[in-house]
């Protein structure tokens, strides 16, 4: 079992940056693999960025990719997604998620959320 609770999200003009950390629970941590997902108003879920139990891979949404990174810092059971150029499409419910295995488009563990905001 791991809980996870999501912090960093607010307002922001365009082209600004913003960290998101998500604070894990469990003696587990570092053999989930951990993402980010968000939700926009009347969207779907969408995958956003993800990292293995290591730190050592990757991966990214297109829409994402070159603007956000992804890492992990097992010793304090922490996930960090730092986004940079943020565009107001960007805007959405930024979820903290976890996984045994890899993180495609879904994950076994979900934090409750933070707002980002990205003005025009």
């Known amino acids: 079992q791991v809980q996870l609770v999501e912090s960093g999200g607010g307002l922001v003009q365009a082209g600004g940056s913003l960290r998101l950390s998500c604070a894990a629970s469990g003696r587990t941590f570092n053999s989930y693999a951990m993402g980010w997902f968000r939700q926009a108003p009347g969207k779907e879920r969408e995958f956003v960025a993800a990292?293995?139990?290591?730190?050592?891979?990757?991966y990214y949404a297109d829409s994402v990719k070159g603007r956000f990174t992804i890492s992990r810092n097992n010793a304090k059971n922490m996930v960090y997604l730092e986004m940079n150029s943020l565009k107001p499409e960007d805007t959405a419910v930024y979820y903290c998620?976890?996984?045994?295995?890899?993180?495609?488009?879904?994950?076994?563990?979900w934090g409750q959320g933070t707002q980002v905001t990205v003005s025009s």
């Open positions: 998620a976890a996984s045994p295995v890899r993180i495609t488009n879904t994950a076994d563990y």
């Open positions: 990292v293995s139990w290591s730190g050592f891979n990757t």
